[in-house]
């Protein structure tokens, strides 16, 4: 069956624009396919596409500084780790980091919705940008380098360098930091001096659990193209 046929599904094309290499982690949600076991290496300059299949939901995120026994597939990385695996079958990235959220159509509707989050930190610059798709189809990125902006009590170094820098959540781990427990309401639960910071460099990004308005995007696109450390 032809999959060049986008009927069948999205395509999502990753390409590493990095001057380091990014093992990209892949979590599909509850129901839905880890799609290549949930991780891979992608070099510096290297690109690869996904074919993704109809409604299909998850999230996609860049691993740093890794190191695997190209036997076992086990080893760690700098951001992103999940459970030590080159291939992350079902585990998440361990925070901080940029996470690529989408959810590819559902029963009740056929758009795409995505996001670029900074819910749980950040650790490389990443974008989502549509191929087609017509009008109204936004652009979910964090282009900039907010490792370089970081508060000191938000960042996380490995071995001297600063390689993520968590969100006020991550780093409080408090009600009213996370917008849960009594404060999981938007008429309750407001950007935090982080969030308006991380707002005010990643505009198209989420800065906190409630900032749908400006961080979620819309659209029916054949491709996307999923750009780790995009042009700024």
């Not at 070099?43 to 190191?67: A, D, F, M, N």
């Not at 992103?80 to 585990?91: K, V």
């Not at 959220?101 to 009740?108: D, F, K």
């Not at 670029?116 to 990125?141: E, Q, R, T, W, Y």
């Amino acid at each position: 069956m032809p999959t060049s046929l986008h009927f069948y599904g999205t395509q999502l094309i990753l390409v590493n624009n990095c001057k380091e290499s990014i093992w990209p982690g892949i979590l599909g949600t509850a129901g839905h396919e880890s799609l290549r076991e949930g991780g891979f290496h992608l070099c510096s300059g290297e690109q690869t596409v996904l074919e993704v299949p109809e409604r299909w939901s998850g999230r996609i995120w860049p691993r740093q500084g890794c190191c695997f026994d190209e036997t076992t597939g086990e080893g760690l990385c700098q951001t992103g780790d999940c459970a030590g695996l080159l291939q992350c079958r079902g585990t998440g990235g361990v925070p901080p980091t940029t996470l690529v959220e989408m959810t590819l159509g559902t029963q009740e509707s056929v758009l795409h919705y995505y996001d670029v989050s900074l819910v749980d930190g950040f650790n490389v610059p990443v974008s989502m940008v549509p191929i087609g798709g017509g009008v109204g189809c936004g652009i979910a990125a964090c282009e900039a380098d907010l490792n370089v902006c970081c508060p000191a009590n938000l960042v996380v170094k490995k071995q001297g360098k600063v390689v993520g820098c968590k969100s006020a959540c991550l780093a409080a781990k408090t009600d009213r930091y996370c917008c849960t427990g009594e404060f999981s309401n938007p008429k309750i639960c407001r950007p935090t001096i982080f969030a308006h910071l991380f707002k005010a460099i990643c505009p198209r990004a989420y800065s906190y659990a409630y900032d749908d308005s400006t961080a979620l995007k819309t659209c029916r696109a054949p491709s996307y193209v999923i750009t780790f450390c995009p042009p700024n």
